[in-house]
């Protein structure tokens, strides 16, 4: 009973954080149904493919910092909650600890995307 709980909530929580992603997502599509460009009933905008590419980075990058913070947020939550127990303590140390280094990650990966991305736009 316990694992599937865990599970119910572990899909909930991912639902809500991919929620906003798919939001964004319908909402930059026109609905039409005409059009050379239409797909099962969206009309795409003529945008250029930078500007998509540029969009998809950032809401990776935004989700995977997401989970960063998540995971940060339950080591934090599990030393509050150890009690003293020094092996409770230890895991949630390096729960925290890999939050950190995996938003250092993300935070890198977006630096140089963002500077690939600029140096790719100023030659065109």
Same mark, same amino acid.
């Given at each position: 009973?316990?694992?599937?709980?865990?599970?119910?909530?572990?899909?909930?929580?991912?639902?809500?954080?991919?929620?906003?992603?798919?939001?964004?997502?319908?909402?930059?599509?026109?609905?039409?149904?005409?059009?050379?460009?239409?797909?099962?009933?969206?009309?795409?905008?003529?945008?250029?493919?930078?500007?998509?590419?540029?969009?998809?980075?950032?809401?990776?990058? =935004?989700?995977?910092?997401?989970?960063?913070?998540?995971?940060?947020?339950? *080591?934090?939550?599990?030393? =509050?909650?150890? =009690? *003293?127990?020094?092996?409770?303590?230890?895991?949630?140390?390096?729960? =925290?600890?890999?939050?950190?280094? *995996?938003?250092?990650?993300?935070?890198?990966?977006?630096?140089?995307?963002?500077?690939?991305?600029?140096?790719?736009?100023?030659?065109?």
């Amino acid at each position: 009973m316990k694992k599937i709980s865990k599970l119910l909530f572990s899909l909930i929580a991912l639902s809500l954080m991919v929620l906003p992603i798919t939001v964004s997502a319908l909402t930059n599509a026109e609905v039409g149904l005409e059009g050379t460009n239409s797909i099962s009933g969206l009309k795409l905008s003529n945008r250029e493919p930078i500007a998509v590419a540029t969009e998809l980075i950032n809401a990776a990058l =935004m989700f995977l910092g997401l989970i960063a913070v998540v995971i940060f947020l339950v *080591g934090g939550f599990k030393w =509050m909650t150890a =009690m *003293g127990s020094d092996d409770n303590i230890k895991k949630a140390k390096e729960l =925290m600890s890999a939050g950190v280094v *995996g938003l250092i990650i993300i935070l890198a990966s977006w630096g140089i995307a963002k500077f690939v991305l600029s140096k790719l736009i100023s030659t065109i």
